[in-house]
């Protein structure tokens, strides 16, 4: 009887590895089988989220027992990335990919050109603006964007670098350039063997980058461009919004446009975030980005209502200073007095007012 009453007094017995830290780590082959990913798209996922590995102080606790190194990440992590819209889109995109395999080897052209008009789409925007709840915080970041932004910017087409994406990235690193000399923004300049050290200092914060030197890149064979792809997939979308929110604090249109030349027709290529890999641009298009890329030319500005409404309240002062010295402009604009009026009139108006 006095055992019994001991254990009822204890409570149910704590099994190994159901609490602690043992809870708090969950190993990669589990986080794929609980979100049914494929490796690829788990680390396109994590990339994009900003969700990384991290190793437990105590190994043994977390892997049971065992020193064999394994890869875990935080339990809360992985119950995070669950809830991801973009779960839905990767399923989507692998059942669209077993359709066209499908309609391919029964040589069904039709049903592929319809599949592919109709392939899923998605977009990182949502998860920028829950990474960066600031504008600080983004430029606080992106000094590895520059740098992967400027990188790919020089490297030719390749089996898996489509043209279109080193073309975005030349688009996005010469807007943030012409923002740099518009604001005089430069601090500092470094020669190195590796390129060319750039430091400027954008609305408090000092932001570091590297240009590599423009000469012929050999491709590496044991470098993985998907991964990196996903870097600069996510990169480009924080830089499009940084370039939008950089211009219009200078006044300046966005997408750039040259001083003293009509836009280009298809201006609207450039404001896409990543363009169609089938989009061709046109010899006016390309004309345009080519004066852009030189970095010599002065960009548009927009003139805004209230910079009108300014100018012609200046204006207005001036005129009816020269019609009648004697008014006190600034005291009749605070009384809201009509300039347009004889100083006899005023009087008048300023009595009835009184009265």
Excluded at 214 to 241: I, N
Excluded at 302 to 317: C, D, I, P
């Amino acid at each position: 009887h006095v055992v019994v009453v001991v254990r009822a007094a204890m409570g149910k017995r704590k099994k190994k590895g159901e609490s602690g830290m043992a809870t708090s780590y969950i190993p990669r082959n589990k986080a794929l089988k609980k979100l049914q990913l494929s490796l690829p798209d788990f680390r396109r996922l994590c990339i994009l989220k900003g969700i990384y590995p991290h190793e437990p102080k105590n190994l043994k606790k977390v892997n049971h027992g065992s020193t064999a190194r394994r890869t875990f990440y935080y339990t809360k992590d992985i119950q995070f990335l669950a809830h991801e819209p973009l779960l839905e889109k990767f399923r989507d995109f692998k059942a669209f990919m077993r359709k066209v395999k499908r309609a391919f080897h029964k040589d069904q052209k039709h049903t592929v050109e319809r599949l592919y008009e109709n392939r899923p789409v998605y977009t990182v925007d949502h998860i920028v603006r829950e990474r960066y709840p600031s504008f600080t915080d983004a430029l606080r970041d992106i000094d590895d964007a520059l740098c992967m932004l400027f990188l790919f910017s020089t490297l030719p087409q390749y089996r898996r670098l489509q043209a279109y994406v080193v073309h975005n990235c030349k688009r996005l690193t010469t807007e943030f350039m012409h923002y740099i000399i518009e604001s005089r923004s430069l601090r500092k300049v470094f020669l190195s063997i590796k390129g060319i050290y750039y430091q400027a200092e954008v609305m408090g914060q000092t932001i570091t980058w590297i240009i590599p030197y423009q000469f012929s890149t050999q491709m590496p064979s044991d470098v993985d461009f998907r991964v990196m792809l996903t870097f600069v997939e996510f990169y480009a979308t924080l830089m499009g919004f940084i370039n939008f929110r950089l211009y219009h604090s200078l006044n300046l249109k966005y997408p750039p446009q040259i001083e003293g030349l009509p836009p280009p027709p298809a201006a609207e290529a450039l404001s896409s975030q990543i363009p169609e890999p089938d989009v061709v641009l046109g010899e006016e298009l390309e004309d345009h980005t080519e004066l852009l890329a030189s970095l010599g030319q002065s960009l548009a500005r927009v003139v805004t209502e209230g910079w009108l409404l300014l100018y012609s309240g200046l204006l207005t002062r001036v005129y009816c200073f020269s019609l009648h010295p004697s008014i006190d402009v600034e005291e009749a604009i605070e009384e809201e007095i009509p300039l347009d009026l004889s100083p006899e009139e005023q009087e008048a108006q300023q009595r009835a007012r009184e009265e």
